[in-house]
């Protein structure tokens, strides 16, 4: 059974700051990993795919990288905002189950002004 | 593309009585997934469809929980004789899986609704 993990549970950081985001996740025998993005009492926002066959996906600010071997990817965001303020959770997908995702339980970041 | 539509976003009802929830995917979208949230946690998958086949269950999902996709298109969501435990968010998502990858089962990008929110007092 796939189990995720996102550590830090929270992080508060200034605006302008560069910061990481872990997950890992103990079954490596995935097909893909999505990292989504999640406001306060709101459905989840995708961000990016990236496929198992992938090391490094980027979208504007943002860079999420794959080692499925050892079963972690990282959401790197540059240049910290305000807007960014959201819990981000990764979802690793089986790759036989038809894309059915296992969730972490995220991490709260707010960036302070 | 609209996304995908849940309805209603809110609902309250008193426990025993039944609910029903109903998600319109993306337009074409061949894959549906139900998920539930609770505060402070992350989704937890409940069931999937493809097409209008439901092909997994997970074992959160009791008898009181019936899931459809008529026509693979629409779906319900409904729960019987609610439980305060059922208070939660549900989500709805849809995909759109190649030829190839109905057959294999991989995976592709995954949408997800607004959810609806339940209450159960």
């Known amino acids: 059974k796939q189990e995720v993990t996102q550590i830090p549970a929270a992080l508060s950081v200034p605006e302008g700051e560069n910061l990481v985001l872990n997950c890992s996740f103990t079954?490596?025998?995935?097909?893909?990993l999505q990292w989504f993005r999640q406001d306060p009492g709101k459905g989840l926002t995708s961000l990016l795919l990236?496929?198992?066959?992938?090391r490094e996906q980027t979208s504007g600010r943002l860079n999420a990288s794959l080692d499925k071997s050892s079963g972690r990817s990282t959401l790197y965001i540059a240049a910290s905002q305000p807007g960014d303020s959201a819990t981000y959770l990764c979802?690793?997908?089986?790759?036989?189950?038809?894309?059915?995702?296992?969730f972490g339980d995220g991490t709260t970041l707010t960036v302070k002004p | 593309d609209t996304g995908v539509s849940q309805d209603p976003r809110h609902k309250i009802t008193k426990r025993g009585q039944n609910v029903t929830f109903r998600c319109d995917p993306i337009?074409?979208?061949?894959?549906l997934y139900w998920y539930r949230q609770t505060l402070g946690q992350g989704p937890e998958f409940l069931t999937y469809f493809q097409n209008e086949a439901q092909l997994e269950k997970s074992r959160l999902l009791s008898d009181r929980f019936s899931a459809e996709r008529p026509k693979g298109s629409f779906s319900t969501l409904e729960i019987q004789r609610t439980e305060q435990g059922d208070s939660a968010m549900y989500l709805c998502?849809?995909?759109?899986?190649?030829?190839?990858?109905?057959?294999?089962?991989?995976?592709?990008?995954?949408?997800f609704g607004e959810g609806s929110w339940l209450t159960v007092v």
């Open positions: 979802a690793p997908q089986s790759n036989t189950n038809a894309g059915k995702s296992t």
């Open positions: 337009s074409e979208h061949n894959r």
């Open positions: 079954d490596s025998a995935i097909y893909n």
């Open positions: 990236i496929q198992s066959s992938q």
């Open positions: 998502a849809s995909s759109l899986a190649s030829a190839g990858q109905l057959i294999t089962g991989a995976g592709n990008t995954i949408y």
